[in-house]
């Protein structure tokens, strides 16, 4: 049997909101949406959140044992890329438990639509195909890339070379990573890659692709939450 290790990334430092992942949002913590979905997973052993801040920390370990992770200072800066983070968490857990994780899932905490199916289906998927990583995407809708545009002083221009004018529901789907869940082998990410070279996907709908980063997308995430509240 494999072993998934869950990873919540929240650090403290957020320059669009103040301490982001602790803003209310529909009366609770932004945090507690990813943290929920991740602990109610059947794929997940162990779920940690990783962060800098003694705020978020206290949360987390107000939500069992285990599940707060400390990073260090030179993990949290701006510019710190994901993986490295998720590293960090893997070797510690692995090292607390003198045990071994197959697979890692990043479910990030800035996405509060995210649900336990979304996490459950990334694994499973990822295990079924034997892939190096599995991530949930959306499908772009109207801004698809045939029909962007660029500046060349003020005179507008095909983004790409050759512009197709078909109709909007004639283009070929294309999709994006969402940033909700990433599942990657352990193998491939102490490699040093979120993905690897195989990667799946698993779609999810596009009325759940909202991702805090200023004060409006928490309005908005709000108002969604008030009209369908998120999947228990």
Avoid: W
């Avoid at 979120?194 to 991702?211: F, H, I, K, Q």
């Amino acid at each position: 049997m494999t072993k998934t290790l869950c990873v919540i990334p929240a650090r403290g430092g957020s320059k669009g909101i103040p301490l982001k992942n602790l803003a209310p949002l529909n009366g609770k913590p932004l945090l507690s949406y990813a943290l929920k979905s991740a602990l109610a997973s059947n794929e997940v052993d162990r779920t940690v959140v990783s962060s800098d801040h003694a705020q978020i920390l206290d949360y987390a370990r107000g939500h069992g044992d285990g599940i707060s992770l400390r990073r260090p200072e030179n993990l949290a800066r701006d510019d710190t890329p994901t993986a490295p983070v998720v590293l960090h968490a893997l070797n510690s857990i692995e090292r607390a438990e003198s045990s071994q994780y197959d697979i890692a899932i990043v479910v990030q905490a800035t996405m509060p639509f995210v649900t336990t199916d979304d996490i459950d289906a990334t694994i499973r998927l990822l295990k079924s195909t034997g892939s190096d990583s599995c991530v949930t995407v959306v499908n772009v809708g109207h801004l698809h890339p045939q029909k962007l545009k660029r500046l060349e002083g003020n005179r507008l221009v095909p983004f790409l070379q050759e512009e197709i004018t078909y109709q909007r529901q004639n283009l070929p789907p294309v999709y994006i990573r969402n940033s909700s869940c990433y599942a990657v082998k352990s193998e491939v990410l102490r490699a040093g890659s979120l993905y690897g070279e195989d990667t799946r996907a698993v779609v999810v709908p596009n009325s759940r692709y909202v991702d805090i980063n200023e004060p409006m997308d928490l309005e908005f995430a709000e108002f969604l939450m008030q009209r369908t509240p998120p999947n228990k």
